[in-house]
């Protein structure tokens, strides 16, 4: 696992964008090669997409041959509902860069049969070849995607009913009226972003210090689901100081000292400035 610790929440957004880029530019996607590429909402990634689409319209980064598989979204809220994570990602992304509206994919949580909505979203990512970069946010009790506390760690798509403590942190998006919040998900599961071949993880503010600490520094526990990426090959976490808070020194100089230099070299394309 790979921890980068960037000064602040804007560097992690740049930084994110431009990992982004570099992965998809050196994966020379085609049309017989797509490259698949998981994606979040929230507040966390908003700087990475910022970047991503500023990276598109100066000719830097095309999506033409991208497909994306979202995280999540709410059950029973339409579509159109400024909080539902189609318009999110519609408003916040997909509509400001080349993709073609075939290619994303976003779970239907208002579809008739839910489990078959949840099922047909694994076989499509299988489809699709499997997700080559996985990017993901958590919460501050230490969930990725709406896997909650206690989520299996080898769950794969499925309805959760969402936990209190995500209720209340989500009410500020409904009026700050937590009976407006929905209260099931569709989602992927811990399993389903275990298979992508690299996960790379979000974390800002000191609301999450201590999930990063339970992330990283304690045991796989499905208490703090994202602590399951310690058994993927290939994780990659980005934070920026204030997440860092509740780490060990030790922790932090460990990661500081071999990326110091070395994680501007995991983002940077030989064509940036
Ligand atoms: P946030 O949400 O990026 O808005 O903090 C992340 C999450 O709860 O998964």
């Known amino acids: 696992m790979k921890l980068v610790i960037l000064d602040s929440a804007d560097s992690v957004g740049l930084w994110a964008a431009k990992y982004v880029k570099k992965r998809i530019n050196d994966f020379q ?5 797509y490259f698949v590429l998981g994606l979040p909402t929230g507040s966390t990634p908003l700087g990475m997409y910022k970047n991503l689409i500023k990276f598109h319209e100066e000719g830097k980064l095309s999506f033409e041959y991208v497909k994306t598989f979202n995280m999540d979204e709410y059950v029973g809220l339409p579509r159109s509902h400024p909080e539902s994570y189609h318009y ?3 408003h916040n992304f997909f509509k400001h860069i080349n993709i073609k509206p075939d290619n994303v994919h976003i779970l239907d ?9 949840c099922n047909k979203f694994e076989d499509l990512i299988k489809e699709a070849g499997g997700v080559e970069l996985f990017i993901g946010g958590i919460g501050p009790d230490g969930h990725i995607a709406f896997n909650e506390p206690g989520s299996s760690l080898v769950s794969r798509t499925r309805i959760k009913t969402l ?3 995500t209720l209340e942190a989500n009410a500020r998006f409904f009026d700050n009226d937590i009976s407006k919040v929905p209260t099931k998900a569709l989602t992927v599961g811990v399993g389903t972003v275990m298979d992508a071949k690299e996960v790379m993880i979000l974390i800002t503010g000191t609301h999450k210090a201590f999930a990063l600490y339970k992330a990283i520094e304690e045991g796989v526990n499905h208490m703090w689901t994202v602590s399951a990426f310690q058994q993927h090959p290939n994780t990659l976490m980005v934070c920026d100081e204030d997440a860092t808070l509740e780490l060990r020194v030790k922790t932090v100089k460990y990661f500081k000292g071999i990326l110091g230099n070395l994680h501007n070299k995991l983002a940077e394309d030989e064509a940036d400035d």
Do not use: I, R, T
């Open 109 to 117: 949580g208002n579809a008739e049969n839910l489990v078959e909505e």
């Open 88 to 90: 999110f990602m519609w």
């Open 163 to 165: 936990a209190q403590d």
């Open 29 to 33: 996607p085609g049309p017989n090669k």
